[in-house]
Each structure stands twice: as C-alpha cells, then as structure tokens.
C-alpha cells in the first residue's frame, strides 16, 4: 500500500462549485469579476468545524457549462473566477489545516477545446487527440457534448501530466480523476509516474463504479479507487431490510483493504442524496456510523452534514437538485438538520480518535436481515457496532465486556455484556 502518509487521517468534505456557487445552471451566468469561488473560500471554517481534514472540489476549470466539458484545464472557469481567487482557497484552505483534491476531467473535453475545433478546421496533429473523425468523434457515454481524448496518443498523455503537475505546484494536494474507468489504465501508467516524480504526496483516486477495484488501481497506478459497492451495499441493505448484502459488500471490502484504502462515501454530487435514497429517515444514521467505522477515506458531500434532500433524475437537469447553491454560512438550518450536523462532528471526532479504522476489518458477530452486530478491528484495536433496522429491540452478547461509547438514548460510559439496541438505532461500544 503506497498511498502517502498523510491519508490515514484524511476525511473529505465535498463540493461542487459550480452549483454551491449558483453559477450553474443559471440564467445569468456570472463573470470573473464576481469571484464566486471566494464563496466556497467561505465555507472552510464549516468545513473545518465539522472535523473534515480536506475539501475535495468538483470541476473548477474552464468549461461551457457543468464542468465536465473542459474547455481549458490551466484556467480557473470563469463563473468561478481567476487564480488569485484559487490561491487564495489553497492558501485559506492551509491556515486551516486543510487538503485541496482537484476533480480532473481527463477522459473527454468539451466542444470549446482548442484541439477539437482545430480538428474540425483540419489540423491533422490536432485530429490525432480525439478518436474517429472529424465531425464523427468519439463522445463519453453517448453524450455529444463531451469528446473523448485518444488515450493512445502520447501528445494526450503530455498534456495531462502537465495540467497535474501544474496544479499541484500551485497548491492542491491531489486528484480525483474523473470517469477513470472509461480509460485504458495504460495512459496512467504514462502519466502518473511523472506526476508523482514532482509530488510523491499527491493522493490519486480514481472514479470507477464497478469492475476489478484492485485490479485497477495495481494496473493504473492509483492510490484508491472510489467505493461504489459499499455505498450501494449501504442503502440497499437498508431499504430492502437485508444485512446480509451488506456483510456480503463488507467482506468484498476488507479484500480491497488488502491491496488499496478506497475512497468510502454515503452521498456525492452524481447520486440521489442519502436522506432521499433511504425510505426510512431514522436510517440515515445508520448509514453515516457505517461510513464512519469502516475501514476507507471516508466523503461528506456538502449538504448531507444537514440531512439535505435530493433526487438525481435521468434527464438534461437531472442532477441540479443534488447539486443546489449555498448562501453565506451559517446556513439556517431546521431541528433535524442541526442534530445531524451534531452527529457528523461525533462521528467524526470518533474517527480521529481511533485512527486505525483508516484500514480497519469487518467481522460479523451477529447477523440477520434487519439487525448487525459487527467488529471492526486494526491489530489489538477494537470497536464493536450494533445496528438495528428492525421494529423490535436487538439483544445480543458481547464476545467480551465493552464500554458503551455511543448511539441514541444510550448508557454512555456504562460496561455491558450485551448490548440492547432500540428499533431502527445504533450503538458503538469500545474497550472496557
């Protein structure tokens, strides 16, 4: 495992700036001049107060409209800003104690992008960056908007070691690599290598949803790859009143544990939001102690700290009500919303204090469809975590006395045998 040291104590609050701004959608798109990433700037205190160690952003780079359409990687968007106005979120971001992951968009770019409008006017070399032929190029996902690079070609890999290497020299402190699993590991061989030789800190995660996770990461040469089979496994269990996928996605888990520390995540900016996924709202607890007692990166997506509500549709929009804007903080926020944010800085702290969970195992102790008692356990650390998605109280002995430390309504400090959870809660007990 060779990620950089600094990552065992990484927790990322996420954003996407674009939306947390109001700069897109919008009707009246706003100019340089506004400064709006100076909003996200802001929020650093927030994201600082919730116990986050680093803010991962979304897309900041120039682009026509969501940000997945690059039009210019060395330029901040203009919606957004300039690079004074990102200097000053790394430099804010630092005084804080507090990491930069950059979202890159290297497997397509927009229609603005110099290559791609050179290769419609004819320039040969400029054809060679995309694959198929002018006015007939390849498109990420059936989307025509977004033109997939040709990998193969070592000008493309020239240029995305140097969009890398050139933001990390100005500050941040990573990558997510953005639709990962659409490109052949073969150019992040290529590409990653000589990032690295200019920064062998920077962490580099890979976006893929499924597929061989070790596999990719030994053959790409990532830090991590993000886990959407827990996060499915999470809300799914959940909703359908089986644990059983669960421990099924807990045990697929500890293997990658074995290879590589996945990015682990309960929302981000591509998915139904976890207070609209789950048909039951008491879950939404349950499902942030499972992020936070496992072993992973763990990712707050900005919103979920207060138990936002989303939906992402499968339409043009659909992901703008995952992807709202923010006013100036504090925001108000409801009773709900400040208890979860409460439960977000406990979970959180917890975390901190047990720093081996970073790479903790999963053992069952207790399973059936609705009720899950497991530990998780680093060495001779150990926690022990009940969850209850059923209607009756869950009873379950301990293998030895523990201390409880958490969950509603619970004996805090009290030493126990066994443990009793109440319908559709949790409990988190340590060492006695």
């Known amino acids: 495992m060779a990620e950089p040291d600094w990552v065992q104590h990484a927790i990322w609050w996420q954003v996407y700036p674009l939306g947390f701004v109001g700069a897109f959608p919008s009707d009246d798109p706003p100019g340089a001049d506004q400064h709006r990433l100076r909003r996200v700037t802001a929020w650093l205190d927030h994201a600082q107060t919730l116990g986050a160690s680093g803010v991962a952003l979304g897309p900041v780079f120039a682009s026509r409209s969501h940000g997945y359409d690059t039009t210019d990687h060395f330029r901040i968007d203009p919606r957004l ?10 430099a804010q971001a630092r005084s804080r104690g507090l990491r930069v992951l950059l979202d890159g968009v290297f497997n397509h770019v927009g229609l603005d992008f110099p290559a791609h409008r050179a290769a419609l006017d004819g320039d040969e070399g400029a054809r060679r960056w995309f694959r198929g032929r002018p006015g007939r190029f390849s498109s990420f996902e059936g989307h025509a908007d977004l033109v997939a690079l040709n990998h193969t070609n070592p000008a493309v890999a020239d240029y995305v070691t140097e969009v890398m290497t050139h933001w990390l020299d100005r500050g941040a402190d990573g990558w997510r690599l953005d639709a990962a699993y659409a490109v052949a590991p073969k150019i992040w061989t290529q590409v990653l290598p000589r990032v690295r030789a200019a920064h062998p800190d920077a962490w580099i995660v890979g976006e893929v949803i499924h597929g061989d996770y070790p596999q990719i990461v030994a053959d790409a040469g990532f830090d991590a790859v993000t886990q959407y089979e ?6 799914s269990s959940l909703n359908d009143g089986n644990f059983h996928e669960l421990d099924w996605a807990l045990r697929r888990h500890d293997g990658f544990l074995d290879s590589f520390v996945p990015q682990t995540f309960i929302g981000n900016h591509d998915v139904t939001r976890i207070a609209s996924k789950l048909d039951n709202p008491a879950h939404v607890e349950l499902a942030l102690v499972l992020l936070m007692t496992v072993g992973g ?4 997506y900005a919103g ?12 043009a929009g659909g992901d703008d009500a995952v992807r709202p804007e ?38 069952a102790l207790s399973l059936d469809n609705r009720r899950y008692l497991y530990r ?3 060495g001779d650390q150990e926690l022990f975590v009940a969850l209850n998605a059923g209607d009756e109280p869950f009873t379950v002995a301990l293998p030895r006395r523990a201390r409880i430390l958490a969950g509603a309504g619970a004996p805090v400090e009290e030493l126990v045998d066994e443990v009793t959870t109440p319908p559709h809660g949790w409990r988190i007990l340590g060492p006695a």
């Open 326 to 363: 923010f006013g100036a903080p504090p925001l108000p926020v409801d009773e709900t919303g400040q208890q979860m944010f409460a439960l977000h800085q406990f979970l959180i702290g917890l975390r901190r204090r047990h720093p081996w969970l970073h790479t903790a195992r999963t053992e």
């Open 376 to 378: 998780c356990h680093a």
């Open 297 to 300: 990166v763990p990712t707050i």
């Open 230 to 235: 827990l996060w499915k496994g999470i809300w």
């Open 81 to 90: 800003g300039d690079d004074a106005d990102f200097d000053d979120l790394v």
């Open 304 to 315: 979920d700290e207060f138990a936002f509500t989303g939906v992402k549709e499968d339409r």
